[in-house]
């Protein structure tokens, strides 16, 4: 919730830093077994693989290492540029804010949908599930709040966008809350 006296843009901009920094802790955890070689494509099952769009805004195939560490140099990028997150009193967000937020929520799922489709084994041999679990119900019921993100982003459906089968999964595990079967 919107605490009292506090705009909006900065809670928004505040959570989205705390939710890069924390998953980002949580690749580091298993980027020893997130390799080129074990992770070939960006995917978050076998019919759902993510593009990333090169310089030449041609959607290109890349493996899950590479295009997890080109969405976390972005979103880092943003993070430092004032004229996107500015950390100045006085200092206003820009208009295209709500816009780039989503981007990065978007792009922030993927990679939660990566780690919980190859990698969840490694969280759970690590005992570090409830935590990622945690993050990850508080990531959606803040997207949910503040519009970030949209249903197709989330379950999927005839948009590859989305994470698709693994919407099901979560629900069965009870990670998304009161949607439990």
């Not at 978050?44 to 997890?68: C, E, F, M």
């Not at 019921?141 to 982003?153: H, N, P, S, W």
């Not at 005839?158 to 009870?174: N, P, Q």
Request: with cysteine; aromatic share 14%.
């Amino acid at each position: 919730m919107l605490p009292k006296y506090v705009d909006i843009m900065e809670w928004v901009a505040v959570n989205v830093f705390d939710f890069y920094t924390n998953l980002n802790e949580f690749y580091g955890v298993i980027t020893d077994v997130c390799t080129q070689q074990s992770c070939t494509t960006m995917s978050a099952g076998p019919t759902l693989s993510y593009t990333w769009i090169n310089q030449d805004r041609k959607s290109v195939h890349l493996p899950a290492p590479t295009y997890i560490d080109y969405v976390m140099t972005w979103v880092q990028n943003l993070l430092d540029d004032e004229n996107t997150f500015p950390t100045k009193s006085g200092q206003d967000f820009p208009p295209s804010f709500p816009s780039t937020i989503k981007h990065v929520y978007r792009q922030l799922l993927r990679v939660f949908a990566h780690i919980y489709h190859a990698h969840f084994h490694h969280l759970l041999h690590l005992r570090s599930e409830p935590h990622f679990n945690s993050l990850f119900a508080h990531f959606l019921a803040f997207g949910q709040e503040y519009d970030l993100l949209e249903m197709k982003d989330v379950k999927g459906g005839s948009s590859t966008v989305g994470i698709g089968a693994l919407w099901e999964r979560w629900r069965e595990m009870g990670i998304l809350e009161g949607t439990k079967q």
